[in-house]
């Protein structure tokens, strides 16, 4: 069975930071796009950042640009979003997910097959 388990998450103060991880077990996504998304309450699901199989490319949403950092460890199986300078519009559930197909960057949830439960990270003013 393939999971994927989110932690990291927690309260902040604005400019704060965080690193959010994420493990998986069940298979190897050595070779997979591994992705973050977050949604807020009331909001879509939205693109967060990506990154390649290589770690040769990423990608990130405009929002979060210069203030977060998408790696990876595949020998760990795991993925990692470092999330610094964290304002309160970042406050969200925060979900791992992995597109074991696209050989590049994805921003489209659809593309992604397997998903964590989310970790709540909550930013105060």
């Known amino acids: 069975q393939v999971q994927l388990v989110e932690s990291g998450g927690g309260l902040v103060q604005a400019g704060g930071s965080l690193r959010l991880s994420c493990v998986a077990s069940?298979?190897?996504?050595?070779?997979?796009?591994m992705g973050w998304f977050r949604q807020a309450p009331g909001k879509e699901r939205e693109f967060v950042a990506a990154?390649?199989?290589?770690?040769?490319?990423?990608d990130y949403a405009d929002s979060v640009k210069g203030r977060f950092t998408i790696s990876r460890d595949n020998a760990k199986n795991t993925w990692y979003l470092q999330m610094n300078w964290l304002e309160p519009e970042d406050t969200a559930v925060y979900f791992c997910?992995?597109?074991?197909?696209?050989?590049?960057?994805?921003?489209?949830?659809?593309?992604?097959?397997?998903w964590g439960q989310g970790t709540q990270v909550t930013v105060s003013s």
């Open positions: 990154i390649s199989w290589s770690s040769d490319s990423t």
């Open positions: 997910a992995a597109d074991p197909v696209s050989f590049y960057v994805e921003r489209l949830k659809e593309k992604y097959d397997y």
């Open positions: 069940g298979r190897s996504f050595s070779s997979a796009t």
